[in-house]
């Protein structure tokens, strides 16, 4: 049995994973110069999202949840 988190069960969540995996394989077809520029920067960005949620869903004040969203936002 898999265990789930309250924040998978979030659109916005859901929606953010949908970006990285359509993402990734993009950054896959990058040149390989640029394998620790541009798309180590894009990896890392476009995965600090749903990472951002996430952490803002375990968070017990509103106050901290919303500081998380708007990280993720931006």
Same mark, same amino acid.
């Given at each position: ?6 924040? @998978?069960g979030?659109?916005?969540?859901q929606r953010?994973m949908?970006? $990285?995996? =359509?993402?990734?394989?993009l !950054? %896959?077809?990058f040149?390989?110069f @640029? ?10 960005? $476009?995965? =600090?999202?749903?990472?951002? !949620? %996430? ?5 017990m ?10 990280i993720?936002f931006?």
């Amino acid at each position: 049995m898999e265990e789930t988190y309250q924040f @998978e069960g979030l659109v916005a969540w859901q929606r953010a994973m949908e970006l $990285v995996k =359509s993402v990734y394989p993009l !950054i %896959a077809k990058f040149p390989s110069f @640029e394998q620790y520029g541009l798309s180590s920067q894009l990896r890392r960005a $476009v995965i =600090s999202i749903p990472s951002n !949620i %996430a952490e803002g869903s375990g968070r017990m004040s509103y106050k901290e949840k919303i500081h998380f969203l708007e990280i993720a936002f931006g």
